[in-house]
C-alpha cells in the first residue's frame, strides 16, 4: 500500500446536532453520509468511549464525625450511615481543573441536609443542589468531610489493605466517575444523488450534567484518534486532502415523495402486502387478522395502536420494527394513499 501514489478518496460525513432537543443533559448528533458499514463500525466505537473512557470526578472518601464504619447510626439522623453513603455517591460534581479537592457539609438543625448545604473548594462545582444527603431531627447534628477525585469509568473503594478501621475514621466509596449516563445509536441508510449504499449515523448521548454532551464527545473522538494514531506503521495516507465533504441536501437523501411527508422511502413497496417484510407467523397472523393487510396500512399505525391489536406484544413490535427499518419504515407516519399514486404517476410520466 506504501507504494500507490493515488487512492480513492473517502466520503467525509457532516455531522450536525440537534439543536432543538440539546440540552446540557441531552444530546442527538447526525453523521452522513458514511461509507457503508462505517455506521456500525463508528457507532459502537464512539458509544463504548463515550461509556467507559470519559473523565469525570466524584467522591471516594468521606469522614463523618462520630462515625468510624459504614455500619453505624448516627442519634437523631433518619437515616443510618449506609443510606447516607448511597445519597453521597449520587453527588455531581463538575470539577474545572480536574485535580482532587475537599468538600464540607455541616447542619445542626432540624431539617434537611441537601447537596446546596455542602460548601466546596472553589474548582468544584455542584450540579444537584437540590439532592438531599438526609433529614435531621432536633437534636441532630451531620458532620461530613468530602474527599473528591478525578478520573474514568468505574473505581471499586479504595481500602487500605490491613486496616478494617482508620486512624481518621475515613470510610472509603466505590465511585463513577463517568459523566455519561446513556449512550445509543441508530443507523440508517441514506442517498446521495441515486447510490443508497451510504450510512446515516445517529447518536443519542444523556450526561448527567456535570458535563455537555458536546464536551464528552469531544473527549470520546480525542480518545479514540490518540489510540488509532498508534497503529499506523507509516506515513498516514491524507484521505482528509483528497476527500471532500458531502454535504447531503434533503432532495439527494429522498425520492419523489419528500414533499408530500415521506421523504426516502420506496413507495412502490408501501401498496404492496405485508408479507414483503418477512415477518414471524405470529406477528403476521396479528396483522392479517386485524385487517393490516398492506405495508401502507402498518405505518399508518401508531405504536401504541398496534399493541392494542389481539395477541400483538411488544415482542411482535419489535419484530416488526425491526423489519420496517430495514426498508427505512416506521410507525406513525400517516401517509395517504392518493399522494402514493400521485407519485407513481410522476415517476411514470418521467420515465416515459
Same mark, same amino acid.
Given at each position: 500500500m506504501s507504494n500507490k501514489l493515488e487512492y480513492k478518496p473517502l466520503t467525509i460525513p457532516l455531522i450536525k446536532w440537534n439543536h432543538k432537543t440539546l440540552?446540557?443533559?441531552?444530546?442527538?448528533?447526525?453523521?452522513? %453520509?458514511?461509507?457503508?458499514?462505517? +455506521?456500525?463500525?463508528? @457507532?459502537?466505537?464512539?458509544?463504548?468511549?463515550?461509556? +467507559?473512557?470519559? &473523565?469525570?470526578?466524584?467522591?471516594? $472518601? *468521606?469522614?463523618? #464525625?462520630? *462515625?468510624?464504619?459504614?455500619? $453505624?447510626?448516627? %442519634? !437523631?439522623?433518619?437515616?443510618?450511615?449506609?443510606?447516607?453513603?448511597? !445519597?453521597?455517591?449520587?453527588?455531581?460534581?463538575?470539577?474545572?481543573? @480536574? #485535580? %482532587? +479537592? #475537599?468538600?464540607?457539609?455541616? *447542619?445542626?438543625? &432540624? +431539617?434537611?441536609?441537601k447537596v446546596a448545604d455542602i460548601k466546596a473548594d472553589d474548582h468544584l462545582e455542584l450540579i444537584n443542589p437540590n439532592h438531599i444527603i438526609a433529614h435531621i431531627s432536633e437534636g441532630g447534628e451531620l458532620d461530613i468531610e468530602f474527599f473528591v477525585e478525578s478520573s474514568r469509568g468505574y473505581m471499586a473503594a479504595q481500602w487500605p489493605i490491613g486496616k478494617a478501621l482508620q486512624e481518621d475514621n475515613r470510610i472509603y466509596l466505590d465511585a463513577m466517575f463517568s459523566p455519561v449516563v446513556q449512550v445509543n445509536f441508530e443507523v440508517e441508510k441514506t442517498r446521495v444523488g441515486k447510490d443508497i449504499d451510504y450510512d446515516k449515523l445517529i447518536l443519542n448521548i444523556h450526561t448527567d450534567g456535570s458535563e455537555t454532551p458536546a464536551d464528552v464527545l469531544n473527549y470520546c473522538v480525542s480518545v479514540l484518534r490518540t489510540q488509532l494514531e498508534h497503529f499506523l506503521v507509516s506515513a498516514e495516507i491524507p484521505f482528509n486532502e483528497i476527500s471532500t465533504v458531502i454535504e447531503v441536501k434533503k432532495e439527494e437523501v429522498t425520492d419523489d415523495g419528500a414533499q408530500l411527508g415521506f421523504a426516502g422511502v420506496p413507495v412502490e413497496l408501501l401498496l404492496k402486502p405485508i408479507e414483503e417484510l418477512e415477518l414471524s407467523a405470529r406477528a403476521h397472523n396479528c396483522l392479517i387478522g386485524a385487517g393490516k393487510k398492506r405495508i401502507l396500512d402498518l405505518v399508518n399505525l401508531s405504536e401504541d395502536e398496534s399493541l392494542k391489536i389481539k395477541n400483538f406484544g411488544r415482542k411482535s413490535l419489535r419484530e416488526v420494527k425491526e423489519s420496517m427499518k430495514a426498508f427505512g419504515l416506521t410507525f406513525g407516519m400517516n401517509i395517504k394513499e392518493a399522494d402514493i399514486k400521485k407519485v407513481m404517476k410522476n415517476k411514470n410520466q418521467e420515465s416515459e
Open positions: 440540552t446540557n443533559t441531552f444530546g442527538e448528533i447526525v453523521a452522513q %453520509p458514511l461509507e457503508a458499514g462505517f +455506521g456500525i463500525t463508528l @457507532g459502537n466505537a464512539l458509544r463504548r468511549i463515550l461509556l +467507559g473512557a470519559v &473523565e469525570g470526578s466524584a467522591v471516594t $472518601s *468521606v469522614i463523618i #464525625k462520630g *462515625v468510624n464504619n459504614e455500619f $453505624s447510626n448516627l %442519634p !437523631n439522623v433518619v437515616e443510618d450511615v449506609m443510606q447516607i453513603l448511597l !445519597n453521597i455517591k449520587e453527588i455531581i460534581i463538575r470539577n474545572k481543573d @480536574g #485535580k %482532587p +479537592g #475537599k468538600m464540607h457539609l455541616r *447542619v445542626s438543625t &432540624e +431539617g434537611t441536609a
